[in-house]
């Protein structure tokens, strides 16, 4: 996250605070992308508990969403997967309405969204997602790190080729010389 070069005590708490904040939120998500359905449904407690603390928390928002897409994935019977998928999309729907500016609300979209096959028609909103983060990795003082920037990418330029979308091989290109010998940048070759 980006600092000011003179930050007060106060501003390095509360980045602090709100960089473990989004630690723990990622941490939760971590354990959904698992694949355990048990576990999923015990993440997904704790986000709800999260947004009833902090009912304005987009990012815990759009967390919630992919978990409950993560759900759809993982659940066995139809009508499971179906509501589980129409939760998913309104909470992160609701999370950009909340927070349109904010790129993790924005990247947890684009990700989720990708990843759920086309027929349920999110890929036009994730290509949009990726898009508008696109331009976000390329400012100078963007407050995304590295591997957010480069899991962007990475995502980004496999949707961008699905698309025949102009931005494919920038983004894949963009996404290696990040860092090459990491997960994403291997991929990028």
Same mark, same amino acid.
């Given at each position: 996250?980006? +600092?000011?070069?003179?930050?007060?005590?106060?501003?390095?708490?509360?980045?602090?605070?709100?960089?473990?904040?989004?630690?723990?939120?990622?941490?939760? &998500? =971590?354990?959904?992308?698992?694949?355990? /359905?048990?576990?999923?449904?015990?993440? #997904?407690?704790?986000?709800?508990? !999260?947004?009833?603390?902090?009912?304005?928390?987009?990012?815990?928002?759009?967390?919630?969403?992919?978990?409950?897409? $993560?759900? *759809?994935? &993982?659940?066995?019977?139809?009508?499971?997967?179906?509501?589980?998928?129409?939760?998913?999309?309104? +909470?992160?729907?609701?999370?950009?309405?909340?927070?349109?500016?904010?790129?993790?609300?924005?990247?947890?979209? *684009?990700?989720?969204?990708?990843?759920?096959?086309?027929?349920?028609?999110?890929?036009?909103?994730? #290509?949009? =997602?990726? !898009?508008? $983060? $696109?331009?976000?990795?390329?400012?100078?003082?963007?407050?995304? @790190?590295?591997?957010?920037?480069?899991?962007?990418?990475?995502?980004? /330029? $496999?949707?961008?080729?699905? !698309?025949? &979308?102009? /931005?494919?091989?920038?983004?894949?290109?963009?996404? &290696?010389?990040?860092?090459?010998?990491?997960?994403?940048? @291997?991929?990028?070759?």
């Amino acid at each position: 996250m980006f +600092l000011p070069a003179f930050s007060t005590g106060a501003e390095n708490a509360t980045s602090m605070k709100s960089q473990s904040e989004y630690d723990k939120l990622r941490q939760w &998500h =971590d354990i959904c992308r698992q694949g355990d /359905s048990d576990k999923i449904a015990e993440q #997904i407690t704790k986000f709800e508990a !999260e947004l009833a603390r902090k009912p304005g928390n987009n990012l815990a928002r759009a967390y919630l969403g992919s978990s409950y897409a $993560l759900k *759809a994935k &993982h659940s066995f019977f139809p009508p499971t997967k179906l509501s589980s998928l129409q939760k998913a999309k309104s +909470l992160m729907e609701s999370a950009v309405a909340g927070s349109p500016n904010n790129p993790r609300v924005r990247m947890v979209r *684009a990700i989720a969204y990708y990843k759920v096959p086309k027929i349920f028609g999110t890929r036009p909103t994730s #290509i949009a =997602d990726f !898009e508008v $983060l $696109l331009t976000e990795i390329k400012k100078p003082q963007s407050s995304l @790190k590295p591997n957010e920037k480069q899991a962007i990418l990475y995502y980004a /330029s $496999l949707a961008f080729a699905e !698309e025949n &979308h102009r /931005s494919a091989n920038e983004a894949k290109v963009l996404c &290696h010389k990040i860092n090459p010998n990491s997960e994403y940048g @291997k991929r990028t070759k």
